[in-house]
């Protein structure tokens, strides 16, 4: 459940019309770090496509 909101508080930051969190919503160190090793991470369509595969993991356990 957690990891599900953790991805949806992430797309909350991805621009209208965007594909992708910017570099400056991310504010962490750590982030900030894996954000410029793997940009891919923060696209719109990545974090969608990881969010549902979190929650068909979590309807399966019930």
Request: proline share 8%; hydrophobic share 45%.
């Amino acid at each position: 459940v957690a990891a599900v909101a953790a991805v949806d508080e992430a797309l909350k930051f991805v621009p209208p019309g965007g594909s992708r969190v910017p570099f400056t919503a991310v504010w962490s160190p750590l982030g900030r770090s894996v954000y410029q090793r793997e940009p891919g991470r923060f696209r719109a369509n990545r974090l969608t496509a990881v969010r549902s595969a979190y929650d068909t993991v979590l309807r399966r356990l019930g």
